[in-house]
């Protein structure tokens, strides 16, 4: 244990416990009390306090005096500070120079990695890959906490299922299984299994709960939702979070239901700690408590700092309405000083596994900081992790072969578009402090795998605004060239936080640019970057090969270059529904068939007039330069009784000319229930890899356990009858056999 440069208080506590060694929960358990036996109230208070550095802010700042509340001890904990050189001194000022010494906690938006950056979560969501996402988390970790930080405001878990919302490029998508093993692969990521050591961050899972479904996908709006979707679509994910012992939680901006969360009783304490037995600390979002008052549950701050602490809230991230108010509170025996304790000591367990209380500097090396930042580690696998993103979405023969993989023999190569040799907003939203230094652009990294060919590279017009002067000189080189390469798409502040929308066309004049490049006759190849679906009708009508890169990171380049040359075969499946137009919203695959379901013969039936159901991309889709084939789903039996399992099995066969990776899927359906089921639900997903002509045998097995769900009383249960398992490439599967749950 190291004592060095801890104030004389905690010296004596150190020395207190390591007098008595006892087991570790004991020890610190004891270590924790007599800390805050010698803690003043306002002290207290200040553990429970979270405030901006300045850098890097998403609302208002309200306090910029933080360096002072430090040193006075009204602050506990710091946000977007970070740098080794940065935080030490921060770190100093709280340890050497305020009386208890109590080391601060950093915390970060570390979203997709910190300064090397990985794909946006939803592009990684698409790999159905928890192993790869996992890594990705460690090594941003890794990176972030070599960086002076020790706590990360991730994993987003929030299910969306609609592509307005700008932030559901921060999620993984639209289904729960897949949602929930990506938070569970995530928290195990960033924690790994000790919170002290160097290499890892606590982390957060947010934003409890349902921030994923504002109304029309507006970002901060009321979510009102039946109490049975919120079970089964929603909070599953959160739960997996918890389960794979996620150090902190924070409350979410949203009401649900009438109830502002960070109000909220019944999911902050009720579900949250009594149903889930969540133990760590609860975190509001930025300025939370304040937004009582606007969304109308509070009279003042006062009234909202008492709201958000009976609800369930340990730490107020920025408001300063636990600074200012809750000691009133427990002068006037709204609270008793007791009940501060038990957030504070959530507060202190957290900084004691992080090991702060051993070395409070822990985080705080330089010689670390040079060596891990953008190492080799996490630039291969912001390249692995870029490849195993990007969704091949068309890919149609012109004059007889496939346009994609681009042939080397091709000479004269156009690449058109605002992201052709774009650094930053192919890092997308929330990519903190990512180093547009280090990306390697599209135009880069196809000048490296086309070294014979003649490229040139013109963007053509911006993401915004309907300036088309570029038009000429782009149409002119597009016709002039073999090949188009067209990397158009969203910047980094077109998806995520605030950053709703619409319209979910290309923006600005990207689609009449496409349309022109198209006139000229030249094949077209559309790289698409984006922060979410957008609706890409035409492009799919007109253009032969679409490749969905979305933001891709810090080796964008090099991974749409393989890609592009076949060097990789893609394998990504889409994490959510492509709808065709805004209208078509929310559309999912998960849906009712309602009591009339669409037939072509019945007007009367559930239906637009002037568009699909169906949406263009399935969840679930995507293509490989393979073709891979089905054989005949076999079940092992065609009843189970209550406990019981059934295995179902499938072969697949790779009928193309390269090796590649094929994602399983295995959907049920519960044909007849106390309540309306979905038509399909996830239940099961295998990623193979085939060579040539190689074929393998797939089996999922199904369990009681997967077929339940809230009946009619709201009783988690699965309800004997007849079942479907649907198993096949994407959502859309036809193929299925029948099996009965018996009573
Ligand atoms: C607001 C965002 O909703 C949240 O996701 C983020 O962690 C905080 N700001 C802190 O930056």
Not at 155 to 165: E, L
Not at 456 to 479: E, H, P, Q, Y
Not at 651 to 662: F, L, R, Y
Request: net charge negative; proline share 5%; aromatic share 8%.
């Amino acid at each position: 244990m190291r004592l060095l440069m801890i104030t004389t208080g905690l010296l004596l506590l150190l020395a207190v416990s390591c007098d008595h060694p006892e087991t570790g929960s004991a020890q610190k358990e004891k270590f924790i009390d007599s800390l805050l036996s010698e803690m003043t109230l306002e002290e207290k208070i200040g553990q429970l306090t979270l405030f901006t550095s300045g850098w890097d802010i998403t609302g208002p700042v309200l306090n910029e005096n933080y360096r002072q509340d430090i040193l006075s001890g009204r602050c506990g904990n710091l946000f977007n500070a970070h740098t080794v050189a940065y935080n030490r001194e921060l770190q100093r000022m709280a340890v050497e120079e305020t009386r208890l010494g109590i080391p601060l906690l950093f915390g970060y938006d570390v979203i997709h990695g910190h300064r090397t950056i990985f794909p946006i979560p939803l592009a990684e969501a698409c790999s159905w890959d928890p192993g790869m996402v996992k890594k990705t988390a460690a090594l941003s970790a890794k990176e972030a906490a070599a960086s002076g930080l020790n706590w990360t405001f991730n994993p987003m878990v929030d299910i969306a299922r609609d592509p307005r919302w700008g932030r559901i490029a921060e999620g993984s998508g639209e289904d729960p299984l897949l949602g929930s093993l990506y938070a569970h692969a995530r928290v195990e990521g960033y924690q790994g299994t000790d919170l002290s050591d160097v290499f890892t961050l606590a982390a957060c899972v947010k934003h409890f709960a349902v921030y994923g479904a504002p109304q029309a996908g507006r970002d901060y709006h009321v979510v009102d939702l039946s109490e049975r979707t919120i079970r089964e679509v929603y909070l599953p994910p959160y739960k997996a979070a918890v389960d794979a012992g996620v150090a902190t939680v924070m409350s979410s901006f949203n009401e649900i239901n009438g109830v502002p969360v960070t109000a909220s009783k019944a999911y902050l304490t009720d579900i949250l700690r009594d149903k889930w037995g969540f133990k760590g600390m609860v975190v509001t979002d930025y300025t939370s408590i304040n937004e009582l008052i606007p969304h109308g549950v509070a009279e003042d701050l006062k009234h909202a700092g008492e709201l958000a602490f009976r609800a369930g809230v340990d730490m107020d991230m920025q408001g300063s309405v636990f600074n200012d108010y809750l000691a009133e509170l427990v002068n006037e025996g709204v609270f008793s000083e007791e009940d501060v304790n038990r957030a504070v000591k959530r507060v202190l367990a957290l900084k004691y596994d992080l090991g702060l209380f051993d070395d409070p500097y822990r985080y705080l090396d330089e010689e670390r900081e040079k060596a891990v930042l953008y190492s080799d580690e996490l630039m291969e696998h912001a390249l692995v992790a870029a490849r195993k993103s990007m969704v091949l979405l068309k890919n149609e023969p012109v004059n007889g072969t496939p346009l994609l993989p681009v042939q080397q023999s091709v000479k004269k190569i156009a690449l058109i578009g605002p992201l052709a040799d774009n650094r930053v907003d192919v890092m997308g939203t929330w990519h903190a402090s990512g180093d547009a230094g280090k990306v390697v652009t599209v135009e880069e990294g196809l000048r490296k795998k086309f070294p014979a060919a003649s490229i040139k590279v013109l963007k053509g017009c911006d993401f915004t605004g309907n300036d088309m002067s570029g038009f000429r000189a782009a149409i002119s080189l597009a016709g002039q060239s073999d090949l188009v390469i067209l990397a158009i798409g969203e910047n980094h502040q077109q998806s995520g936080e605030a950053a709703s929308r619409t319209c979910l066309d290309l923006p600005g004049v990207q689609q009449q640019l496409l349309e022109k490049i198209h006139e000229t006759g030249t094949p077209v190849v559309a790289v698409v970057f984006a922060g979410r679906p957008l609706t890409i009708n035409w492009m799919d009508e007109h253009i032969p090969a679409i490749l969905y890169a979305w933001h891709p990171g810090t080796r964008t380049g090099d991974a749409v270059a393989d890609i592009l040359s076949g060097d990789c075969n893609p394998s990504a499946k889409l994490a959510i529904t492509f709808p065709r137009n805004v209208g078509q919203i929310p559309v999912f695959y998960n849906t009712k068939n309602t009591g009339r379901p669409f037939n072509a013969e019945n007007k009367y039936t559930s239906k637009y007039l002037d568009a699909l159901n169906e949406p263009l991309y399935p969840f679930g889709y995507g293509l490989s330069y393979s073709t891979f084939e089905y054989g005949t789903i076999s079940p092992d039996k065609n009843s189970i009784s209550a406990g019981d399992s059934l295995t179902v099995s499938v072969t697949v066969k790779n009928t193309g000319k390269c090796a590649g990776e094929e994602i399983v899927q295995c959907y049920v359906r519960d044909l007849v229930g106390s309540v309306t089921r979905p038509l399909k639900e996830l239940k099961g997903f295998s990623k193979i890899s085939l060579d040539p002509g190689e074929e393998k045998l797939v089996q999922f097995t199904i369990t009681e356990d997967d077929l339940r769900f809230y009946d009619i009383n709201m009783e988690y249960r699965a309800e004997p009858g007849e079942f479907r398992i649907y198993v096949g490439p994407h959502s859309q599967v036809d193929e299925y056999v029948t099996f009965t749950l018996n009573r």
